[in-house]
């Protein structure tokens, strides 16, 4: 039995299918059949491959970016190349679609251009109407211009423009900045003696709340746009509340998010060194009692009630538990007195 597969050649177009002819022989008699197999993706390829020898030699217009098709070569869809007319190294980079054979997957514009003897290539953008991020023809040949431009500046283009992704990224609001800084402390782990965990909820509150200020005051801006007389004049609306305390933790959060947003490394940072110009936090010094004595004199103030303290003696039993089991203070202030035995 003897099967041959065979069909006229691609560029005649005139066919309906696949032809396939059997022979059969058997003893003294013979067996022919001739048949065809339909096969409507051949003839749309035929017709693909009819429209492709016309793709526009160069780009000319807008007309031609719309007409440019994948090329194709020895049976098969590949990319395309097509050079600007204008010249200058700038190309349209037509990928095919493997499934719509014919079609365009992209149209991205390209420059080729060397640098420091090195053939690169620079990678504008996808081939639209100037919208969403594409790029017309017009634009296309602007942004090669300011490619020239920089080569001629002994700039790389490509480089350059992974800086500016760069510094649009650190040009974000500083409010964006400031979430960014808490939801990191919120999951990061401190150690405190041999534990090492995330911080408490409490802490992570209060933070939320400190933050709260400095982006109602400042989080429009970016981080450039905050200059040192408007954060000191932040600081003094403290001040002249008498809540100094506050105000130091404020410019300590305001400073490490100056520093966290610092992608550039260019050092500026308005909430630092303010020492100068702020009134200065005097804290009470409160030593901790170690002599026996001093000791002694502490344990008795505390063992008696306090008769005129508010809600009964409360906070005397906090203090008698404290100074008996020395936990955190936090632990007691949480602690629910179902919890006691």
């Given at each position: 039995?003897?099967?041959?597969?065979?069909?006229?050649p691609?560029?005649?177009g005139?066919?309906?299918?696949?032809?396939?002819?059997?022979?059969?022989v058997?003893?003294?008699?013979?067996?022919?059949?001739i048949?065809?197999?339909?096969?409507?993706g051949?003839?749309?390829m035929?017709?693909?491959?009819?429209?492709?020898s016309?793709?526009?030699e160069?780009?000319?217009t807008?007309v031609?970016?719309?007409?440019a098709?994948?090329?194709?070569?020895k049976g098969?869809?590949s990319?395309?190349?097509?050079?600007?007319?204008?010249?200058?190294?700038?190309?349209?980079?037509?990928?095919?679609d493997?499934r719509?054979?014919?079609?365009?997957?992209?149209?991205?514009?390209?420059?080729?251009?060397?640098?420091?003897?090195?053939q690169?290539?620079y990678?504008?953008g996808p081939?639209?109407?100037?919208n969403?991020?594409?790029?017309?023809?017009?634009d296309?040949r602007?942004?090669?211009?300011?490619?020239?431009?920089?080569?001629?500046?002994?700039?790389?283009?490509?480089t350059?423009k992974?800086?500016?992704?760069?510094?649009?990224?650190?040009?974000?609001p500083?409010?964006?900045?400031?979430?960014?800084?808490?939801?990191?402390?919120?999951?990061?782990?401190v150690?405190r003696?041999?534990?090492?965990?995330?911080?408490?909820?409490?802490?992570i509150?209060?933070?939320?709340l400190?933050?709260?200020?400095?982006?109602?005051?400042?989080?429009?801006?970016?981080r450039q746009d905050?200059?040192?007389?408007?954060?000191?004049?932040f600081?003094?609306?403290?001040?002249?509340?008498g809540?100094?305390?506050?105000?130091?933790?404020?410019?300590s959060?305001?400073?490490?998010?100056?520093d966290?947003a610092?992608v550039?490394?260019?050092g500026?940072n308005?909430?630092?060194?303010?020492?100068?110009?702020?009134?200065?936090?005097?804290?009470t010094?409160?030593p901790?009692?170690?002599?026996?004595?001093?000791?002694?004199?502490?344990?008795?103030?505390?063992?008696a009630p306090?008769?005129?303290?508010?809600?009964?003696?409360?906070?005397?039993?906090?203090?008698?538990?404290?100074?008996?089991?020395i936990?955190?203070?936090?632990?007691?202030?949480?602690?629910?007195w179902?919890?006691?035995?």
């Amino acid at each position: 039995m003897f099967v041959t597969v065979c069909s006229p050649p691609l560029a005649a177009g005139r066919f309906v299918g696949i032809f396939v002819g059997i022979v059969l022989v058997s003893g003294e008699q013979t067996f022919t059949a001739i048949f065809a197999i339909p096969n409507e993706g051949i003839e749309q390829m035929v017709r693909k491959s009819d429209d492709a020898s016309t793709n526009p030699e160069q780009i000319r217009t807008d007309v031609d970016c719309r007409a440019a098709r994948p090329k194709f070569d020895k049976g098969a869809w590949s990319p395309a190349k097509i050079s600007d007319v204008t010249g200058g190294g700038l190309y349209l980079f037509v990928t095919p679609d493997v499934r719509k054979p014919g079609d365009a997957a992209s149209k991205l514009w390209r420059m080729g251009y060397r640098f420091h003897g090195r053939q690169k290539t620079y990678s504008i953008g996808p081939y639209g109407n100037g919208n969403d991020g594409t790029f017309s023809l017009a634009d296309a040949r602007r942004e090669r211009d300011k490619a020239k431009d920089l080569l001629k500046d002994s700039k790389d283009p490509s480089t350059e423009k992974q800086l500016d992704k760069h510094r649009q990224a650190a040009a974000r609001p500083f409010e964006q900045w400031a979430d960014e800084w808490l939801a990191k402390k919120k999951v990061e782990k401190v150690k405190r003696g041999r534990i090492v965990a995330v911080r408490n909820p409490k802490t992570i509150e209060v933070l939320e709340l400190r933050v709260g200020y400095i982006k109602d005051r400042f989080g429009k801006l970016c981080r450039q746009d905050i200059k040192r007389p408007d954060v000191l004049a932040f600081m003094r609306s403290y001040e002249a509340e008498g809540k100094l305390e506050t105000r130091d933790r404020v410019r300590s959060i305001g400073e490490q998010i100056c520093d966290y947003a610092d992608v550039e490394g260019d050092g500026y940072n308005p909430f630092r060194n303010l020492n100068g110009q702020m009134m200065a936090n005097i804290s009470t010094p409160r030593p901790g009692v170690t002599e026996s004595r001093d000791v002694t004199r502490v344990f008795k103030l505390i063992s008696a009630p306090w008769t005129r303290a508010r809600f009964g003696d409360v906070v005397g039993l906090a203090l008698r538990f404290d100074a008996l089991t020395i936990p955190r203070p936090g632990m007691v202030n949480e602690m629910e007195w179902s919890e006691v035995d």
